[in-house]
């Protein structure tokens, strides 16, 4: 007759079993936390070049802008140097980026801007150019709730008079383009989108035919007239992040040949 296990024996076997199962749970913790980590890395990388994108253009820069608008004693309204912002708009005037709004697994927390050390220091200047840093302040989704900071430069020109706030006059989109704002990975989906090919080099979509390139230009025809004749809330503006880039791409890429031919 065999002799089975003691209590103390089985005891111990457990003891140990359940070290190894809480170390093994322990380090699958930590490879989802690894895993969400990175994937809200690439989110917040995203909502920045979706940032760029848009600041780098002079309506939505200015619009963005517009919302921490104050006004004066006279009361004349003017648009601060410091302030906060409930969201990013785009080239229409609608939100894009929008406070509260989840974007992939990270969650927009707070919007803020204020001149960059060195710039806008005098006590009175006019049309002076300088740099106003537009603060994105995010925060994971889900069991990692890390939080996340982008500072995005926007060049501006700004009046100042003695004894009177700094107010901004108007944004710099020289000094941005657009297009090499966009991440490689976005301008891959949009190229995607458009049935045409990313050129790794020029980061600008290469047609395989003129067929092709017409057709592209009328989806851009298409997606300007809708987003005209609707008005855009900011649950279908995050829906429609693709159709946004896709036409401003185009219509850039439109108004460079449009230039071009007008050059020859």
């Known amino acids: 007759m065999k002799k089975g296990f003691s209590l103390i024996e089985v005891l111990v076997a457990a003891s140990i079993l359940s070290v190894v199962i809480l170390g093994v749970m322990r380090v699958n913790d930590n490879l989802l936390n690894v895993e969400q980590g990175f994937i809200q890395s690439q989110d917040s990388m995203e909502v920045l070049g979706n940032a760029k994108l848009f600041m780098g253009h002079q309506l939505s820069c200015i619009a963005t802008f517009k919302q921490a608008k104050k006004k004066r004693f006279d009361g004349k309204p003017y648009i601060p140097l410091i302030g906060e912002i409930e969201s990013i708009r785009n080239f229409e005037d609608n939100n894009f980026l929008s406070l509260g709004e989840k974007y992939g697994k990270v969650e927009l927390t707070g919007l803020s801007f204020q001149p960059r050390k060195g710039y806008f220091e005098g006590k009175e200047f006019n049309n002076e150019r ?115 880039m896709v036409l401003m791409y185009l219509m850039k890429t439109m108004l460079e040949e449009t230039e071009k031919k007008k050059g020859d």
């Open 130 to 244: 300088g740099i106003i840093d537009l603060m994105i302040h995010m925060r994971g989704v889900g069991k990692l709730k890390r939080p996340r900071f982008k500072r995005l430069p926007v060049w501006v020109y700004a009046n100042k008079k003695l004894n009177e706030a700094a107010e901004i006059q108007y944004c710099d989109s020289s000094r941005s383009d657009m297009v090499n704002f966009i991440t490689e990975s976005v301008m891959a989906r949009v190229c995607q989108s458009l049935d045409a090919a990313l050129d790794p080099d020029s980061k600008l979509c290469v047609f395989g035919s003129d067929q092709e390139k017409r057709a592209a230009v009328k989806k851009a025809e298409r997606l300007q007239t809708s987003s005209k004749s609707r008005e855009v809330s900011s649950q279908s503006s995050k829906s429609t992040v693709d159709d946004e």
